[in-house]
């Protein structure tokens, strides 16, 4: 088991563009988080899925912001005409339920310019 | 919501022992964890709390308190590889399944 991965590592795109960012949880984990985090903060919680089912959203992602686990396995978080203010580091986090320990990938930072 | 505080910056001596503070105020309390952070690498799970008193890992322990809103990270015998940021995450019922997070204190463990 090689853990959380997330690609790409990093992004750079220009204001106004799309991204998508992909997230591989741990086999067999059912529940899988989307963070973000920007410098000196500790990572704000965006969405919830438990396998397929996108259960919880926070205020902060906004209609620019959408995020989907088609099969229950992989997750894409996509957005929407970034802007400057999107500018941070996109953590994936994935739990089996069993145990509340959240294991975190190592991040996608994304720079909008 | 809540209110989660931890001191920003701390700087110990290699060898040393260092205690990272965290209070938090939430209604729905249902445990706490405590990350370590490297520059631009993920969190890593050290420990998690759910029940008050002491919780030995090695040279890392937490302690809970519930009745006071606090928890402590106490870190022996120091290494250099030690220095990171520490991040105090608290699990509240009433926000679902989500960790919230302080905003890490900054630990530099010097020679």
């Known amino acids: 088991d090689t853990g959380v991965s997330q690609n790409p590592r990093h992004k750079i795109t220009k204001r106004g563009q799309n991204v998508t960012f992909r997230c591989d949880p741990i086999s067999e984990h059912n529940r899988l988080y989307w963070y973000r985090q920007t410098l000196g903060q500790g990572p704000e919680f965006l969405t919830y899925?438990?396998?397929?089912?996108?259960?919880?959203k926070s205020r902060l992602l906004s209609d620019r912001f959408s995020a989907e686990r088609p099969k229950g396995s992989f997750s894409t978080l996509e957005i929407q005409r970034t802007e400057q203010g999107d500018s941070a580091m996109y953590l994936c986090?994935?739990?089996?339920?069993?145990?509340?320990?959240?294991?975190f990938g190592p991040g996608t930072r994304l720079t909008v310019l | 919501g809540q209110n989660i505080d931890q001191p920003t910056e701390m700087t110990a001596t290699e060898g040393a022992i260092v205690q990272i503070n965290c209070t938090y105020q939430t209604s729905g309390f249902n445990g706490l964890f405590w990350y370590q952070q490297h520059a631009g690498e993920a969190p890593t799970f050290l420990s998690y709390n759910v029940l008050d008193g002491l919780e030995e890992k090695g040279r890392f322990s937490s302690f809970l308190s519930r009745s006071k809103g606090y928890s402590y990270l106490l870190l022996k015998e120091l290494q250099m590889k030690d220095s990171a940021s520490y991040l105090c995450a608290v699990y509240d019922s009433n926000s679902g399944y989500a960790l919230n997070f302080g905003k890490g204190t900054s630990l530099l463990v010097t020679p």
């Open positions: 986090a994935s739990t089996d339920g069993s145990t509340d320990t959240q294991y």
């Open positions: 899925f438990q396998n397929e089912a996108q259960l919880e």
